[in-house]
């Protein structure tokens, strides 16, 4: 059994930084490709990082160049640097993970465990 457990979300104010972190346990990172996906409230669960199987990142277009997802493999843990933050980015934040290779980072579906979400909160 997979699990993930989200950590490092909290209050903050516009323009600063957070970063979340996602330990995994039962699957190791290196066999897996990690996705970070936030829900904002009232809105549905959207894309906005991923690592996937070669190292490579993947970002939705709002966070380009504010957030950067990496991982750190020998700690099973994926970690989400989020700078500049803007009360838009305000959502829970959740972390899954994809075993198959084939598989769409963009698309939930395609995920096969998910954390338990972190609230992320930027006051203007």
């Known amino acids: 059994q997979v699990q993930l457990v989200e950590s490092g979300g909290g209050l903050v104010q516009a323009g600063d930084s957070l970063t979340l972190s996602c330990a995994a346990s039962?699957?190791?990172?290196?066999?897996?490709?990690m996705g970070w996906f936030r829900q904002a409230t009232g809105k549905e669960r959207v894309f906005v990082a991923a690592i996937g199987w070669s190292g490579s990142t993947y970002y939705v277009a709002s966070v380009k160049g504010r957030f950067t997802v990496s991982a750190d493999y020998a700690k099973n843990t994926v970690y989400l640097k989020m700078n500049s933050l803007k009360p838009e980015d305000t959502a829970v934040y959740y972390c899954?993970?994809?075993?198959?290779?084939?598989?769409?980072?963009?698309?939930?579906?395609?995920?096969?465990?998910w954390g338990q979400g972190t609230q992320v909160t930027v006051s203007s």
């Open positions: 899954a993970t994809m075993a198959r290779r084939s598989g769409n980072y963009y698309r939930q579906s395609d995920y096969d465990y």
């Open positions: 039962g699957r190791t990172f290196s066999r897996s490709a």
